[in-house]
């Protein structure tokens, strides 16, 4: 058996093929240092059998995935930068209170309950931060996307406002 009859008898799962063709176009690129256009990914397809329509509703939902991807990092961002500034505020606070605690009595007494209770809210306030699957993580990212395309329409109709104004 010739080595190109072995080759010709493979048969590869459809994530096989993905996989493979992935790295192959991973390795074309880097070998050539370049990007693909879209009449490059049309010709690929058409090598494959791939309609073009499809391949437009394949970019279409990367698209959408990508998008996603990006708003669920701005939302990890939004949690982190929220969590430093309660981080910030609990300093403060407990520093105060042990602050008034020694100079009022000479010893650290009653603020270190005032430390452990809000210690225990900054310690479930980390577990919520960086717990980034399940059903709370999703119902808040829902609510926060929500939010967030509430304000992106009110900013486009304000700034649409404010430019008719203008002329």
């Given at each position: ?105 000479g010893t650290i007494s009653w603020s ?37 395309q509430i304000k ?16």
């Amino acid at each position: 058996m010739t080595d190109f009859e072995t080759q010709n008898n493979r048969f590869y799962s459809q994530e096989d093929i993905q996989r493979i063709l992935q790295l192959a176009i991973a390795r074309q690129a880097d070998d050539q240092d370049k990007e693909f256009s879209y009449e490059q990914i049309l010709e690929i397809a058409q090598e494959l059998d791939i309609s073009p329509e499809t391949v437009n509703l394949a970019e279409k939902d990367w698209r959408s995935q990508n998008r996603e991807i990006q708003q669920r990092q701005a939302f990890n961002t939004y949690r982190l930068t929220r969590f430093k500034k309660r981080l910030g505020n609990y300093s403060i606070v407990n520093a105060f209170f042990i602050s008034v605690d020694f100079l009022g009595g000479g010893t650290i007494s009653w603020s270190l309950y005032l430390l452990l209770f809000c210690g225990l809210a900054v310690g479930l306030d980390v577990w919520n931060i960086f717990l980034t699957k399940g059903e709370e993580y999703e119902m808040a990212f829902q609510r926060w996307n929500r939010k967030h395309q509430i304000k992106q329409t009110i900013n486009t109709f304000v700034n649409k406002w404010f430019k008719a104004l203008q002329v």
